[in-house]
């Protein structure tokens, strides 16, 4: 290696080369560059040899790239899509899941812009979220986008990024898919419309404590006999609600109902 280095200086063309050695059992590695040394005429006459100890510079860049590949592998294992931006909106990074999702390739990382990356659609749901993160000031939306001929939902967080003087650099958008948790919502909702649906037509008041005696459901026949809407019902206790005498009628079955037993 060092006699194809030492036969291009020779050439007359400067050559640099890093090469590894062994002191007090101690690896240190050198950088060496090889100088041409030219006579007036053009003739290299020799070359001058310049090595430089760079064990440090060597373990701070090692120490770097691993943990850029730390910050990698937790980014990839996230189950969101993790962007960095700079106050451009220029995309700086993003993870595997970030790719795959707007369909980019790594090779357009960096350089592509937040509104190319998102499309016209996406970027203008964050757009006034994008300036809110640019002012200094986190920020978290939910969206919507039509994915695969139906709704998919997203909930992102946008994070300031500051040097140590407290001057911003840049923003984190961090994006996660919600349709699951939204889709259950929905259900959830509409079997709440049906239970509500069945038990307002029913001729008996049907309500349900929770262990500290607090109105959670009550339905429209109960809401009639305590004569008051459900805002000033849920989440009142029962014994604030009823008379004095009526509550005392029903206190000892009610805690042996909170108890496990049927009365």
């Known amino acids: 290696a060092m006699k194809t280095h030492l036969d291009k200086a020779l050439a007359g063309?400067?050559?640099?080369?890093?090469?590894?050695?062994?002191?007090?059992?101690?690896?240190?590695?050198?950088?060496?560059?090889?100088?041409?040394?030219?006579?007036?005429?053009?003739?290299?006459?020799?070359?001058?040899?310049?090595?430089v100890d760079i064990t440090e510079r060597?373990?701070?860049?090692?120490?770097?790239?691993?943990?850029?590949?730390?910050?990698a592998d937790l980014t990839n294992a996230i189950p969101a899509m993790v962007g960095y931006f700079d106050m451009h909106e220029t995309c700086l990074?993003?993870?595997d899941a970030g790719l795959r999702s707007l369909g980019v390739k790594r090779a357009e990382v960096p350089g592509i812009s937040m509104r190319t990356a998102l499309g016209e659609t996406v970027y203008a749901q964050?757009?006034?979220?994008?300036?809110?993160?640019?002012?200094?000031?986190?920020?978290?939306l939910e969206?919507?986008?039509?994915?695969?001929?139906?709704a998919a939902h997203f909930q992102a967080h946008l994070i300031p990024d500051r040097g140590d003087g407290g001057v911003q650099r840049g923003f984190y958008l961090?994006?996660?898919?919600?349709?699951?948790?939204?889709?259950?919502?929905?259900?959830?909702a509409k079997l709440e419309g049906q239970l509500r649906?069945?038990?307002?037509?029913?001729?008996?008041?049907?309500?349900?404590?929770?262990?500290?005696?607090?109105?959670?459901?009550?339905?429209?026949?109960?809401?009639?006999?305590?004569?008051?809407?459900?805002?000033?019902?849920?989440?009142?206790?029962?014994g604030d609600l009823l008379r004095p005498i009526a509550y005392e009628r029903r206190r000892e079955a009610i805690e042996q109902g909170l108890g496990g037993r049927r009365v």
């Open 13 to 51: 063309e400067r050559a640099q080369w890093a090469r590894s050695v062994r002191r007090d059992g101690v690896e240190r590695h050198l950088l060496v560059e090889y100088i041409p040394d030219v006579a007036p005429d053009g003739t290299v006459r020799g070359c001058c040899a310049l090595s």
């Open 58 to 71: 060597r373990a701070a860049e090692l120490e770097i790239a691993r943990s850029e590949q730390r910050m």
């Open 93 to 95: 990074y993003a993870n």
């Open 126 to 140: 964050h757009a006034p979220y994008v300036r809110e993160v640019l002012q200094g000031r986190r920020s978290r």
């Open 143 to 150: 969206g919507q986008v039509e994915f695969e001929g139906r």
């Open 174 to 188: 961090m994006t996660f898919d919600i349709t699951a948790l939204k889709e259950a919502e929905g259900r959830r």
């Open 197 to 238: 649906a069945i038990t307002d037509n029913l001729p008996v008041a049907i309500t349900y404590l929770d262990a500290e005696q607090r109105y959670r459901f009550v339905n429209r026949t109960g809401l009639e006999w305590l004569c008051r809407p459900a805002e000033e019902v849920i989440g009142q206790r029962i």
